[in-house]
């Protein structure tokens, strides 16, 4: 080799790097990271949060939430990173999941604030919008926009919440059903497509 220093991805000093760029609670600026990519580590988030290191879940909620600060997207690949290092992670759908929500006012005028399992709040609006795919069988997956082009799947009882909440509106000539926040309207179905 040329001399140079390759560093092997390692869970301690990603949590250690983590802790230290920790600063008065809030998130560290990952955006302004751009260090060398170091390889991938056996990490994993699956689609109900659980995050999973070489195989075993992470059972403690403060590493999750540590590991959730350092957690970039890029060309649609997770990465965790810190100030010297970027190593890859599988994630299986969202790499959050939206575990509950709060409603303040009615209509249009309504404000959903979604917590995520690792503590986000985040309220949803042009910024941050909520979005239903549907697969081959009808059945939904609900996302809402948490940071830096991540998403979280909202949970089935929040989803169901949130659709308790929905209304008729009338958009680009079409009648579909959805919920108001944030002063925009975010589609679930089509009206005509609801089975009362």
């Known amino acids: 080799m040329s001399g140079q220093n390759i560093v092997t991805p ?21 955006h302004l990271w751009d260090p060398p990519f170091c390889g991938d580590l056996d990490m994993e988030i ?21 590991f959730s600060s350092i957690l970039k997207l890029e060309d649609g690949k997770y990465f965790l990173v810190t100030p010297v290092e970027k190593v890859g ?3 299986e759908d969202a790499p959050f999941v939206a575990v509950d929500f709060e409603v303040a006012g009615t ?21 941050n919008p909520i979005r239903v795919v549907r697969d081959d069988t ?21 989803f169901y ?19 108001w ?8 179905i089509p009206v005509a497509e609801l089975e009362l």
Do not use: C
């Open 161 to 179: 919440r949130l659709v308790d909440l929905g209304e008729a509106h009338l958009e680009d000539g079409t009648d579909w059903f959805g919920v």
């Open 138 to 158: 009808g059945e939904p997956s609900p996302y809402v926009m948490v940071r830096a082009g991540m998403e979280a799947l909202i949970d089935r009882k929040s």
């Open 46 to 66: 699956r689609r109900d949060g659980t995050w999973f290191y070489n195989g075993t879940p992470i059972g403690r909620a403060p590493l999750v939430r540590l």
């Open 10 to 30: 390692d869970a301690e000093s990603l949590l250690a790097s983590a802790k230290a760029a920790q600063k008065d609670g809030k998130l560290p600026p990952v």
């Open 89 to 91: 992670i599988r994630v």
């Open 107 to 127: 209509g249009a005028a309504q404000v959903v604030t979604f917590t995520t399992h690792v503590g986000d709040t985040v309220i949803a609006g042009p910024e």
């Open 181 to 188: 926040s944030g002063g925009s309207f975010f589609r679930i």
